[in-house]
T-cell receptor
């Protein structure tokens, strides 16, 4: 099973809402990632977890809060988002965090902030 | 920090035409290089990767790429494209000897293959 799953597929939320994105993998990978992809743009790294610990935060605003409850799950909690946060949020995982590990991407959650 | 530039934002080809998508990176040290593809409505998939060794790398679906260190390039090629190759293609790089090795993506090239 080389699949990374993400739920929900689509999410519409208001600026005062609190919602969460979920990512799951069962490949035994120990590194998991959140990326943000705007239309016609490349993915941009937001967070990296390695062995369930946050190892990289690319200066992401605090209205995005990641959580890694266990080695298979990665959540992204959203609160007080802005319309410019509308994007495709991609989760990825790899066997380890090192450069020689291939990242496997999920299909993404398309988020619209109204 | 590393950066990646892809020369063409949009490429339109007819079926059976040959494809070459340009990718240049900017980083002075050792790099790993990747090409990812994103088919319409689907997730990013790895086409091929280069870590070391033979600079001509073969990937899935008949794609190949050549690493030319002196030109800081990693161009993607396919001798004969098919309609099903219509997709967005991203070149990416990471630097294994840097403090942390995160993927940096180019802006992508949208390939449209007409039947």
């Amino acid at each position: 099973d080389t699949e990374v799953t993400q739920t929900p597929k689509h999410l519409v939320m208001g600026m005062t809402n609190k919602k969460s994105l979920k990512c799951e993998q069962h490949m035994g990978h120990r590194a998991m990632y959140w990326y943000k992809q705007k239309a016609k743009k490349p993915p941009e790294l937001m967070f990296v977890y390695s062995y369930e610990k946050l190892s990289i935060n690319e200066s992401v605003p605090s209205r995005f809060s990641p959580e890694c409850p266990n080695s298979s799950l990665l959540n992204l909690h959203l609160h007080a988002l802005q319309p410019e946060d509308s994007a495709l949020y991609l989760c990825a995982s790899s066997q380890g965090q090192g450069a020689f590990y291939e990242q496997y991407f999920g299909p993404g959650t398309r988020l619209t902030v109204t | 920090a590393q950066s990646v530039s892809q020369h063409n934002h949009h490429v339109i080809l007819s079926e059976a035409a040959s494809l070459e998508l340009g990718c240049n990176y900017s980083y002075g040290g050792t790099v790993n290089l990747f090409w990812y593809v994103q088919y319409p409505g689907q997730h990013l998939q790895l086409l091929l990767k280069y870590f070391s060794g033979d600079p001509l790398v073969k990937g899935i679906k008949g794609f190949e790429a050549e690493f030319i260190k002196s030109k800081f390039s990693f161009n993607l090629r396919k001798p004969s494209v098919q309609w099903s190759d219509t997709a967005e293609y991203f070149c990416a790089v990471n630097a294994p000897n840097s403090g942390y090795s995160t993927l940096t993506f180019g802006k992508g090239t949208m390939l449209l293959v007409s039947p």
